[in-house]
């Protein structure tokens, strides 16, 4: 690909990514969505960050692996038990990590 070709696409991807983004703040106050859409808003963050782990927990090598060698699923599982029990943010980060590395140091 040409360097040219690469500037335009780079020029193309920023004005759909502020088109998509300016969206929002020119309907401000025009558009009201509906009220199911509402509702569901506060559970987008938590399906993004579950389609973000979840792939890094269950699979290993491209396998789905389920057993008990596999340390990040543990690690995960500890660190969502932690989370329910606190709800603290930092506190479910560093278990989990402190889990990971214990569990991987162990097997």
């Given at each position: 690909?040409?360097?040219?070709?690469?500037?335009?696409?780079?020029?193309?991807?920023?004005?759909?990514?502020f088109?998509?983004?300016?969206?929002?703040?020119?309907?401000?106050?025009?558009?009201?969505?509906?009220?199911?859409?509402?509702r569901?808003?506060?559970?987008?963050?938590?399906?993004?960050?579950?389609?973000?782990?979840?792939?890094?927990?269950?699979?290993?090598?491209?396998?789905?692996?389920l057993?008990?060698?596999?340390?990040?699923?543990?690690?995960?599982?500890?660190?969502i038990?932690?989370?329910?029990?606190?709800r603290?943010?930092?506190?479910?980060?560093?278990?989990?990590?402190?889990?990971?590395?214990?569990?991987?140091?162990?097997?």
């Amino acid at each position: 690909m040409s360097q040219t070709a690469l500037i335009l696409l780079w020029i193309a991807c920023g004005l759909v990514t502020f088109a998509i983004r300016y969206s929002f703040i020119a309907l401000e106050g025009h558009y009201q969505p509906p009220s199911w859409f509402i509702r569901w808003l506060p559970f987008v963050p938590i399906a993004a960050l579950t389609a973000l782990t979840m792939p890094e927990l269950l699979l290993v090598a491209g396998q789905l692996d389920l057993g008990t060698d596999n340390s990040r699923l543990w690690a995960g599982l500890f660190a969502i038990a932690v989370a329910a029990r606190w709800r603290n943010t930092l506190l479910t980060i560093g278990s989990g990590f402190v889990a990971f590395w214990l569990l991987h140091q162990l097997g």
